[in-house]
């Protein structure tokens, strides 16, 4: 902003009036400016992603101008879509995270109730040691967890490695700690006088819970299950270190084993692959943007 | 309908006890305000009778029934709250019959019930609406609603005025009281406020830190307070208290306020107060309203003096005026055409037929 | 319930429960139902994250082929190898080079979101959180033929400046870059997000006294927003140096630790040791370094999230 010194006895600089709008004027064009080079920073590779999907393989290998497509074809989308092992890791990816999903608000939203609302002996301890699971990462325990379920294999023959279900039991390790705690912060917004005039009205816990607090905190329950959906369709780690052979395995781990055949890269089936994969997500998150939103900030600023 | 009566009610917090062992008989069909500072336990003690609060000590029964254990739900309660607690995602409809609901009524009756108290509330037309889309006045309505349709025992209200402006609480203070008068269940109602006591109850219940100061009509706590407490608290502007002696001058008893002013008593009160011990520090209470301008005609009773007034307030109908006698702050009542001026002497009339004297100590009308 | 149906308003009779079993009773009673309502979380954090977590440290004492117990011997074993202190290096100074870039990005994009009118801001947010919705995995997959030695697009725009084809995964120095720079794309608009909320939350009165008291624009970030900030930016902070520094996705498919192990994290390592490699207690001990490090950003996180509740 302009500094202007105003001096009560005499004006000895003419004050210049509409400065402010122009600095503003100015300011806007300047974030404009950095905003569209960050964007264009945020949008490079998923555009080239689908651009290089729209080329046939003669036209990779030819090293024409890679940021331009010039002859293009959807036969990497319909040589993906149409084998069967492509469908089977979009199928396995699918089928997982949708009982992951349930898993984990079946688990999440009776204990945030519990944790937000019951008072009972070690309830604080246990909200903030649900956080604290959060921070334990993956990298940390999928090795334990790897021996864990050999040995389990073992001793029960119930077979947990390189099954699909296996994920079923640890990912929900990712998503409910996180989960659990948005819906903490959620159910802990409602007024507690709503809970006494359920009370009164002859509620027990349960229905307070299904009839009053899960309507009214909907946007949190729908905050969460994107958040466990896409934790879930996202992870590499897990089914890498879990799942090996072909039929078991999920997108990510699918695309990056089966599409590089040693040293041959079929980029314009990879890339395909890679955007197929990030499909889902993404339309969420275009129809549900908000309360894609809301899922990630909750756990830092409701916290 | 049913009565409630609490004996000995204690309630504890860890070390603090915020009930204090308060003994209290409310009949059926009684309308009783439990009024008091922030603080002294009315609030706490309405939750103790809606079963919200565990009872530490005593016992609490409704209709003759014992029911310090006996769940909200199974204890023929409704509740009316101060923020309302409708439920947002509900229709008024549907909060006014979540209770009905959950026990399984038949839908028949349901809506009758619903309809009757709506239309006695004036909110037949907002039944379809959530109660984002109402006002204040009309949620708490909405509030009432709830607890009449199902027809309890006992009416429990917590502040329910005093989220709402002060015009509308005026008018909903009206409300209420034509929906007791219709209705007519045992209700218990609590304030900070002392107007809406005075106003609504059958009698009224003024605690303070835990306790029961009085327990009375709203006349008798107006013009017979037993504690400094209820005479300070009931009447707005407060009762004036100004430190004075009781001495004998020439056979008379009297009351010394300051150095220059000395009251004779008059008859009745002299012989109510003659065993008093003169050296006793003592306190005289006085309303607002007897003390006036003075004017030619005063009757017996009234004693005159002349002081400096500090501030006027010109309240249109009145006039309120503030000096010190000695350093005791009084406010007195003038006529609004008596020339009361900031800061000018003036002549005052004491109403001593209307005195009250209190021991400065234990805060006791003698 | 049910029973109370066509007789309203009956009285709850003086000694209601007598009829129920005190089992019945004990299942009702508050701490019962929430305990019960928790245990699920309870029992899947103690079997699948508590019980692995203190496992590990039990295999991390035992030989390669989990015979025999020795002790410390693994972690000897990895004191004296190069490549052991090269990681522990290398995982540091990722993680704090991205920490800082994805905070400085972010916080920087998400002033100039909160620059623009309302009403264009949601596009503009929409657009600069789609690295974070893409699934990593697959994003570093375009990254990679981004960084293609042979094909590499930025190498073909890069050419027309004079600008000889840079080894994006296969020089050290280079890959490092490389690692950090997809990581911080991935992870800046997380920040971006985090701070776009705390600064709207920060109330336009304190930026108005500030601008009357004579505050150039960048006095203003100083003096208002950061200590506004403080707590967002801490948390997020140290949030993001655990998530970083456990980071495994984008090294395993950018350079899998390449060249010569001059990419590789802790994360990535021990995956190579204890899966591909087939010694699980190595591998475990590896990972187990990780954990003084999380344990001291996840203390700071605690203290400031509670303060932060205090103050709330």
């Known amino acids: 902003m302009s500094s202007v010194t105003i001096d009560k006895a005499a004006p000895t600089r003419t004050v210049k009036y509409g400065s402010m709008s122009r600095d503003r004027k100015w300011a806007l064009r300047w974030s404009y400016f950095f905003l569209t080079l960050f964007a264009i920073f945020s949008l490079l590779p998923p555009i080239y992603m689908l651009i290089t999907s729209l080329k046939s393989s003669a036209e990779i290998s030819a090293a024409t101008n890679p940021w331009w497509v010039f002859n293009p074809t959807l036969e990497n989308y319909v040589g993906l879509l149409t084998s069967n092992q492509y469908l089977r890791f979009f199928w396995n990816s699918a089928l997982v995270s949708i009982f992951v999903v349930t898993i984990t608000m079946l688990i999440s939203v009776p204990a945030a109730f519990a944790l937000a609302r019951m008072r009972f002996w070690?309830?604080?301890?246990?909200?903030?040691?649900?956080?604290?699971?959060?921070?334990?990462?993956?990298?940390?325990?999928?090795?334990?967890?790897?021996?864990?379920?050999?040995?389990?294999?073992?001793?029960?023959?119930?077979?947990?490695?390189?099954?699909?279900?296996?994920?079923?039991?640890?990912?929900?390790?990712?998503?409910?700690?996180?989960?659990?705690?948005?819906?903490?912060?959620?159910?802990?917004?409602?007024?507690?006088?709503?809970?006494?005039?359920?009370?009164?009205?002859?509620?027990?816990?349960?229905?307070?819970?299904?009839?009053?607090?899960?309507?009214?905190?909907?946007?949190?329950?729908?905050?969460?299950?994107?958040?466990?959906?896409?934790?879930?369709?996202?992870?590499?780690?897990?089914?890498?270190?879990?799942?090996?052979?072909?039929?078991?395995?999920?997108?990510?781990?699918?695309?990056?084993?089966?599409?590089?055949?040693?040293?041959?890269?079929?980029?314009?089936?990879?890339?395909?692959?890679?955007?197929?994969?990030?499909?889902?997500?993404?339309?969420?998150?275009?129809?549900?943007?908000d309360y894609y939103i809301a899922g990630l900030t909750a756990g830092a600023t409701k916290g | 309908m049913a009565d409630v009566a609490l004996r000995k009610v204690v309630k504890r917090y860890d070390d603090v006890e915020a009930v204090r062992g308060i003994d209290l008989d409310i009949a059926d069909h009684e309308f009783i305000v439990l009024v008091g500072p922030s603080g002294c336990g009315k609030s706490t003690t309405l939750r103790m009778i809606a079963g919200l609060e565990d009872i530490s000590d005593g016992d609490i029964m409704i209709g003759g029934d014992i029911v310090n254990d006996v769940p909200p739900k199974d204890r023929d309660i409704a509740m009316v709250f101060q923020n309302y607690a409708l439920y947002p995602h509900m229709t008024v409809a549907e909060n006014m019959s979540f209770g009905l609901r959950l026990k399984h009524y038949p839908k028949a009756e349901i809506k009758a019930r619903v309809t009757e108290a709506a239309r006695l509330l004036d909110i037949?037309?907002?039944?379809?609406?959530?109660?984002?889309?109402?006002?204040?006045?009309?949620?708490?309505?909405?509030?009432?609603?709830?607890?009449?349709?199902?027809?309890?025992?006992?009416?429990?209200?917590?502040?329910?005025?005093?989220?709402?402006?002060?015009?509308?609480?005026?008018?909903?203070?009206?409300?209420?009281k034509k929906v007791h008068q219709k209705v007519r269940t045992t209700t218990v109602y609590v304030t900070h406020d002392q107007v809406e006591a005075m106003t609504l109850a059958d009698r009224v219940v003024v605690?303070?830190?835990?306790?029961?100061?009085?327990?009375?009509?709203?006349?008798?706590?107006?013009?017979?307070?037993?504690?400094?407490?209820?005479?300070?608290?009931?009447?707005?502007?407060?009762?004036?208290?100004?430190?004075?002696?009781?001495?004998?001058?020439?056979?008379?008893?009297?009351?010394?306020?300051?150095?220059?002013?000395a009251f004779p008593l008059p008859p009745a009160r002299a012989a109510r107060y003659n065993a008093l011990p003169r050296t006793e520090k003592l306190l005289l209470g006085i309303r607002p309203e007897h003390l006036t301008e003075s004017h030619a005609h005063l009757a017996p009773g009234v004693e005159t003096f002349d002081t400096v007034l500090d501030v006027t307030e010109p309240m249109g109908m009145e006039t309120l005026v503030y000096f010190g006698l000695d350093g005791a702050p009084v406010c007195g009542r003038v006529d609004p055409n008596a020339g009361a001026k900031d800061g000018a002497p003036m002549r005052l009339a004491m109403d001593l037929n209307n005195m009250h004297l209190l021991n400065e100590e234990t805060g006791v009308v003698l | 319930m049910a029973d109370v149906a066509l007789q309203p308003n009956r009285v709850g009779a003086a000694q209601p429960a007598r009829k129920r079993s005190s089992l019945q009773k004990a299942l009702k009673r508050k701490s019962t139902v929430a305990f019960l309502m928790t245990l699920p979380l309870i029992i899947l954090i103690a079997l699948l994250v508590i019980y692995p977590a203190f496992y590990s440290l039990h295999l991390a004492t035992l030989n390669k082929s989990m015979q025999k117990f020795i002790g410390l011997g693994n972690f000897e074993f990895l004191f004296r190898r190069d490549t052991f202190w090269l990681v522990v290096k290398q995982s540091c100074i990722f993680a704090i080079t991205a920490v800082i870039f994805k905070a400085l990005i972010g916080f920087i994009v998400a002033h100039f979101v909160h620059n623009i009118p309302a009403k264009g801001q949601r596009k503009w947010r929409g657009m600069?959180?789609?690295?974070?919705?893409?699934?990593?995995?697959?994003?570093?997959?375009?990254?990679?033929?981004?960084?293609?030695?042979?094909?590499?697009?930025?190498?073909?725009?890069?050419?027309?400046?004079?600008?000889?084809?840079?080894?994006?995964?296969?020089?050290?120095?280079?890959?490092?870059?490389?690692?950090?720079?997809?990581?911080?794309?991935?992870?800046?608009?997380?920040?971006?997000?985090?701070?776009?909320?705390?600064?709207?939350?920060?109330?336009d009165q304190l930026y108005e006294a500030a601008a009357i008291d004579g505050a150039n624009w960048w006095q203003r970030i100083w003096y208002v927003t950061l200590p506004m900030m403080r707590n967002i930016i801490a948390i997020t902070t140290l949030f993001s140096l655990i998530v970083t520094f456990a980071n495994f996705d984008i090294v395993r498919i950018l350079t899998a630790g390449g060249p010569l192990d001059h990419t590789h994290i802790f994360a990535t390592w021990a995956f190579r040791i204890g899966i591909e490699g087939s010694d699980i207690p190595l591998g475990a001990s590896v990972s187990l370094f990780m954990v003084p490090i999380l344990a001291v950003a996840a203390i700071f996180i605690l203290r400031d999230v509670n303060k932060r509740g205090n103050e709330a």
Request: proline letters at 7%.
């Open chain 2, 124 to 176: 037949t037309d907002l039944i379809d609406r959530k109660p984002k889309q109402l006002s204040g006045g009309q949620r708490q309505r909405v509030a009432m609603g709830r607890a009449i349709v199902r027809n309890p025992k006992v009416f429990l209200f917590d502040e329910p005025l005093s989220n709402l402006d002060a015009k509308l609480r005026v008018q909903m203070r009206i409300e209420i």
């Open chain 3, 128 to 203: 600069l959180l789609v690295p974070w919705v893409i699934p990593p995995a697959m994003s570093t997959l375009a990254w990679l033929w981004l960084f293609d030695p042979s094909y590499s697009a930025f190498n073909y725009t890069l050419s027309f400046f004079g600008i000889g084809p840079i080894p994006w995964t296969g020089d050290a120095a280079w890959a490092r870059f490389s690692v950090i720079l997809v990581n911080v794309w991935y992870g800046a608009p997380f920040f971006m997000i985090m701070y776009l909320a705390a600064l709207k939350s920060v109330p």
């Open chain 1, 122 to 289: 070690g309830s604080a301890t246990l909200a903030t040691g649900v956080f604290l699971t959060y921070l334990i990462p993956d990298t940390l325990l999928f090795i334990p967890l790897f021996k864990v379920f050999a040995l389990f294999g073992d001793w029960t023959g119930i077979q947990l490695i390189n099954r699909w279900y296996v994920l079923l039991l640890i990912y929900p390790t990712l998503t409910v700690p996180f989960c659990t705690w948005i819906m903490i912060g959620y159910f802990a917004s409602i007024p507690k006088e709503l809970d006494e005039a359920a009370i009164i009205d002859g509620a027990s816990w349960f229905q307070t819970l299904t009839r009053i607090f899960i309507p009214v905190a909907l946007p949190g329950l729908i905050a969460a299950t994107i958040f466990a959906f896409t934790v879930s369709w996202a992870q590499f780690l897990y089914p890498l270190v879990f799942t090996t052979s072909t039929d078991q395995l999920v997108l990510p781990v699918g695309i990056i084993t089966t599409l590089i055949k040693g040293d041959v890269f079929n980029w314009g089936q990879i890339m395909t692959g890679a955007l197929l994969g990030a499909a889902p997500p993404l339309i969420i998150y275009a129809f549900l943007m």
């Open chain 2, 207 to 261: 605690m303070n830190k835990g306790r029961i100061e009085q327990i009375g009509t709203p006349n008798e706590l107006y013009h017979k307070p037993a504690t400094r407490f209820v005479a300070g608290f009931i009447g707005s502007p407060a009762m004036n208290f100004i430190p004075c002696r009781l001495e004998d001058v020439g056979g008379t008893l009297q009351i010394r306020l300051t150095d220059r002013i």
